[in-house]
């Protein structure tokens, strides 16, 4: 879209303004995919066809989001949605992002093969702004793509932009740089991260179940500390889909006085006390008999815009494991 400088609002805006579209190589054939995008930076086709892009914080955009796109879809900017009326509700992203995690998203890329150890076939999203690589967790619930990301312990140079797999060597090669508002400390980079066959000890999979969360790592772990639930903390809350720049972080318990989803929502007088997080219960964790899955009981567990998963955790061959989980529930498996 045509942002403003700072930031705030849009420039004159013309027919096809934040959308997707797809051109056939002749330029014979247009199609638009998709709408309301304020300022995606970089997009991933799936081996599938599969259609992810990011999107930055700002105008009718909360936070950053990872985008699993739909054909017909309409990603959240009111302004360039390019629809009469204008849409009251928008399609949900797999997961939103506190700024902590990515306050500025690059581009995404998919993992072509084993090569790359365990993750093969699967998402990678990079942030620009925390010079961060994330593993995405999606699952599927009641329809509707979603999940999280986990982070992996790499700190690159620059901001990560752009990322691809050579068909040669079947491993990962970063291009960051430096422009905008980024913890990066170079003005560019070309960094390769290489598997190098060695146990990787990560988060590789989640479903939210009416009974919380299941948690499936890359390596088993102890039993000892998997089942402990003091080893694990879980907080949720919400943002304010509206017209202004951004939103706070609301308690989930805010939907009772005001809808996150309400459009063009003011956020004064008492309401203002629910800017906070709201903390989970972990009543018990079990382990799985592979001793790689987790299972999190959370009585309190519901659909929330974004929620926060921390462990303290030792592989069964005693390394530490210790991390987080940020995920967005649409919806609860049984």
């Known amino acids: 879209g045509p942002v403003k400088n700072g930031g705030r ?3 004159h805006i013309v027919k096809h303004h934040g959308s997707l579209f797809k051109v056939s190589p002749d330029g014979k054939q247009f ?10 930076n970089g997009i991933a086709i799936g081996p599938k066809g599969e259609l992810t892009a990011g999107d930055n914080e700002g105008t009718w955009t909360p936070r950053c989001r990872l985008n699993w796109i739909k054909p017909g879809g309409f990603y959240g900017v009111v302004d360039l949605a390019h629809r009469d009326p204008a849409p009251t509700d928008y399609d949900r992203p797999l997961c939103w992002f506190p700024k902590e995690v990515d306050n500025s998203s690059g581009g995404q890329v998919w993992v072509p093969d084993k090569r790359w150890g365990p993750f093969g076939g699967r998402l990678l999203h990079l942030s620009y702004g925390t010079c961060s690589l994330y593993s995405v967790l ?11 990301v986990t982070r992996f312990p790499l700190n690159f140079s620059s901001g990560t ?23 990066g400390v170079l003005d560019g980079s070309l960094q390769r991260v290489r598997y190098t066959g060695a146990p990787v000890r990560m988060p ?25 639930p003091e080893n694990y903390a879980v907080s949720q809350w ?6 202004a720049y951004g939103s706070p972080e609301v308690s989930a318990k805010a939907k009772s006085a005001i809808a996150p989803g309400e459009a ?4 004064t007088g008492d309401q203002k006390k629910l800017r906070e997080h709201d903390t989970l219960n972990v009543k018990s964790a079990k382990l799985s008999q592979d001793g790689k899955t987790v299972s999190l009981e959370l009585p309190e567990i519901q659909p929330v ?13 005693g390394e530490p494991l210790r991390s987080e989980i940020f995920n967005t529930i649409h919806a609860l498996n049984p």
């Open 31 to 40: 199609e638009v995919v998709a709408t309301g995008f304020r300022a995606p």
């Open 264 to 267: 063009g929502v003011e956020w």
């Open 9 to 11: 609002g849009f420039q």
């Open 204 to 228: 590789h999979a989640l479903s939210a179940t009416k009974r919380g969360v299941e948690i499936t790592f890359t390596e088993a772990l102890d039993p000892e500390w998997a089942t402990d």
């Open 138 to 148: 999606k699952e599927e619930a009641g329809g509707q793509i979603q999940g999280g």
């Open 305 to 317: 815009m974004q929620m926060k998963i921390q462990f303290n955790l030792e592989t069964a061959d």
């Open 238 to 243: 919400n943002y304010i889909w509206s017209s």
């Open 161 to 183: 932009m752009r990322a691809r797999f050579h068909p040669g060597d079947g491993q990962l090669y970063v291009l960051g740089m430096k422009g905008w508002q980024t913890s």
